[in-house]
């Protein structure tokens, strides 16, 4: 790759020369604060191997690359580039569409617009995917669709709204396809849908009014997916008073299930679903306390990075993937974090990287690679990445691994939630007493349960596996990571849980899908 167009080439550049982990932390602590982007342990191997990258691709000094950055929006660009992951692809999260189709638009009035906003768009999948599932039901036209992001790069890519085939994977885009036009092996939006989305540079966490009719709070759908994971817990609270703001009364709000949670910094509905919650604003007028949690904020001055001697964690990390604040765990992780750098990772160990960062594409892309070594862990990772992936992959996959994987429960957990997304709702039921059986006591087993009973509108069988969960949840320490809960927390867990419940309840709203 060459150099970004317009990035001069420092004489004192060292190309070639090692590069220390001290030189690098400087550039995370001032993009951690520009931007609220955390850099856990899980991703902060791949983000110190991206920075090395960028400063030897472009000849540039790390010493330099904070200060160039401030002046150059190139170089800005293609440092955000490196430190965030803009894979993506159309209809993810099937379950998400379903209910845009069946919640927003099968309440919205005849011949009413509808306005929407990407927040956080990457190269335009989820925006296009919307543009197609609001198409197909006739309110494209009368439809205000806009998609914003941090990186003018990845706009780029999305306005062309050409992808590969491999954007297009998963059951849940097959029936659509022929919404898309096929030209030498790559996939072109049809025109109409391209000039449909209005697509603008936005920095989520900043002070700025949203996009559009989103500076007068007239937003009806808005959707946040798997941004907020990379934020910390001060430019989460800041993004969801303002997205809440932008939000109409009886406005919607869909975040990915691995998501911090929302409703501690808004005042939002949260409704239980199959995709995980979904957040609406009320529609009678918040309270003067609401009003007030919710007023604009002030973007954060801009500061020089301090010289510091651990890896940067300025705030707390989001709930779903809080570190350890001890100064010893502090000095053992960064130990961890500098012998890492120096060392190259086994296939396993960049799986299980892959699977803290949610990129399931990047653990599959491991996990086949020639030469690993089949074991029951490899076969349930490639399984589980698979699963949230390509359902069909999975399922053509899974008789692979029965023999191994027999008796392990959590072979049968991921049969359930396959079972569940072919809509085979007493397959899912047997597989989840399989793996209760193995492991009384599975959380995420329960959890899968639970949901099964309120898709069947079993409100007595649903409350007492919630109610089971609840009880076990309030047993464990809060920040205790679940099993296979894809970066839930027992404490987030447990907020699902009460959640879930309140439906259930005569306060609720008594609904239970």
């Not at 993506?88 to 379903?98: A, N, Q, T, V």
């Not at 996959?397 to 007493?426: G, I, K, S, W």
């Not at 006591?441 to 309120?454: E, I, K």
Request: charged share 20%; net charge neutral; proline share 9%.
């Amino acid at each position: 790759m060459s150099p970004t167009p317009g990035l001069p080439t420092p004489a004192e550049s060292r190309v070639g020369a090692p590069i220390s982990l001290s030189e690098l932390r400087p550039v995370l602590a001032w993009m951690q604060e520009r931007t609220g982007l955390v850099f856990p342990r899980a991703r902060r191997t791949h983000a110190l191997r991206a920075l090395r990258k960028l400063v030897r691709e472009h000849h540039i000094a790390p010493s330099q690359l904070v200060a160039r950055a401030r002046q150059e929006p190139a170089l800005l660009d293609a440092l955000c580039n490196a430190l965030t992951i803009s894979e993506s692809y159309f209809f993810r999260i099937p379950e998400h569409f379903e209910a845009i189709a069946t919640r927003v638009l099968g309440a919205l009035p005849p011949g009413s617009p509808l306005r929407c906003w990407s927040a956080g768009c990457s190269e335009g999948q989820e925006i296009y995917s919307l543009a197609m599932l609001l198409d197909e039901h006739g309110q494209l036209g009368r439809s205000e669709l806009w998609a914003t992001d941090l990186s003018p790069g990845v706009l780029d890519v999305a306005r062309r709204g050409r992808y590969r085939p491999w954007a297009l994977r998963g059951r849940a885009c097959q029936p659509l396809r022929a919404l898309l036009s096929d030209e030498s092996a790559d996939f072109e939006v049809a025109e109409h849908m391209r000039r449909a989305v209005h697509f603008a540079q936005d920095n989520l966490v900043s002070g700025t009014p949203a996009p559009g009719p989103g500076a007068r709070g007239n937003f009806d759908l808005i959707l946040c997916r798997h941004v907020l994971i990379y934020l910390d817990d001060e430019a989460v609270a800041r993004v969801a008073r303002r997205l809440f703001g932008a939000l109409r009364p009886g406005g919607w709000l869909f975040c990915a299930p691995a998501d911090p949670l929302l409703y501690e910094h808004a005042p939002f509905e949260v409704i239980p679903s199959p995709g995980g919650l979904i957040y609406r604003r009320p529609e009678q007028a918040p309270s003067p306390q609401e009003r007030a949690n919710t007023q604009p904020f002030e973007a954060p001055t801009e500061r020089a990075a301090p010289a510091i001697d651990h890896p940067p964690l300025a705030h707390p990390a989001p709930l779903t993937e809080r570190m350890p604040t001890s100064a010893v765990s502090r000095q053992r992780e960064a130990a961890a974090t500098s012998a890492s750098a120096c060392s190259t990772p086994s296939p396993l160990e960049e799986a299980r990287a892959a699977f803290e960062a949610r990129d399931w594409a990047g653990a599959v892309r491991v996990l086949e690679a020639p030469g690993l070594e089949p074991s029951p862990e490899v076969a349930l990772l490639h399984l589980r990445a698979l699963t949230h992936l390509d359902v069909e992959r999975a399922l053509r996959a899974a008789p692979n691994y029965e023999a191994m994987l027999a008796q392990h429960p959590h072979f049968h957990y991921l049969r359930a939630r396959l079972a569940l997304a072919q809509r085979d709702d007493q397959a899912a039921l047997d597989a989840i007493r399989r793996a209760l059986y193995l492991q009384p006591g599975f959380l995420m087993a329960l959890h899968l349960q639970a949901l099964v009973w309120m898709q069947l509108a079993n409100r007595e069988r649903a409350h007492a596996t919630l109610t089971s969960l609840q009880q076990r949840c309030a047993a464990r320490p809060g920040d205790q990571s679940v099993t296979l809960g894809e970066g839930r927390t027992i404490a987030a867990l447990r907020a699902e849980v009460d959640a879930a419940l309140h439906t259930l309840t005569p306060s609720g709203d008594g609904h239970v899908g």
